[in-house]
């Protein structure tokens, strides 16, 4: 049977319900940043934020993320958050993709028989085929961890000022081979082998 038990331990609970007391100082603070990295991102060209979806009255914003339109330097997004890395910005561009092309996911009909049920043929997820999915998750997305909306005004400047740098530099970054990516290339799957260290 897949699965996992994920359950914290009372330790863990205990250092939980002390942070829980600064949730609401520390969810305005992340929504204020948010503010204004959508605002300064949204005057770099090749950078799309998110539109703002007026059915939310509070945003939990467990990750930020933002569009990169790769230019006519053909620089993949991969590269593109590698070179974020590299100026001091945490981020992620695989950090989701489409479940039916995760190597975490390989359903067959032994272990999930409804996957047959009242079909002629069971289900095979690796014919689908979702292409907005798959250009989100492969060529346009980048994720900013929370953490880095827990800062002042200046730290804002600092990620906006990083993603302009990086963007003003990708026809420099165009000539780089996709190697340089690294992990950043790579599925959720696979970078525990190369990631040990990396703690959030």
């Not at 863990?12 to 949730?23: D, K, N, P, V, Y």
Request: proline share 7%; aromatic share 8%; with cysteine.
């Amino acid at each position: 049977m897949t699965g996992g038990n994920y359950r914290i331990t009372e330790f863990q609970a205990a250092l939980l319900l002390g942070q829980l007391e600064r949730l609401p100082e520390l969810s305005a603070l992340r929504a204020r940043n948010a503010k204004l990295l959508t605002d300064a991102l949204g005057r770099i060209g090749g950078i799309s934020p998110l539109p703002a979806q007026p059915e939310l009255t509070r945003e939990a914003i467990y990750n930020y993320v933002f569009r990169y339109r790769a230019s006519a330097s053909g620089v993949s997004r991969d590269l593109f958050v590698a070179a974020l890395n590299a100026e001091g910005i945490p981020s992620d561009g695989r950090f989701y993709e489409p479940v039916y092309r995760s190597d975490l996911f390989h359903p067959t009909p032994i272990e999930y028989p409804q996957l047959q049920l009242n079909r002629a043929q069971p289900v095979d997820y690796g014919a689908f085929h979702c292409p907005v999915a798959e250009r989100a998750a492969y060529d346009e997305s980048v994720w900013l961890p929370q953490f880095l909306l827990l800062g002042d005004e200046g730290d804002v400047g600092d990620i906006a000022a990083a993603v302009g740098k990086v963007m003003a530099g990708l026809d420099a970054l165009g000539g780089a081979g996709p190697e340089l990516a690294g992990v950043q290339a790579m599925s959720r799957a696979e970078r525990p082998r190369i990631e040990r260290q990396r703690n959030y």
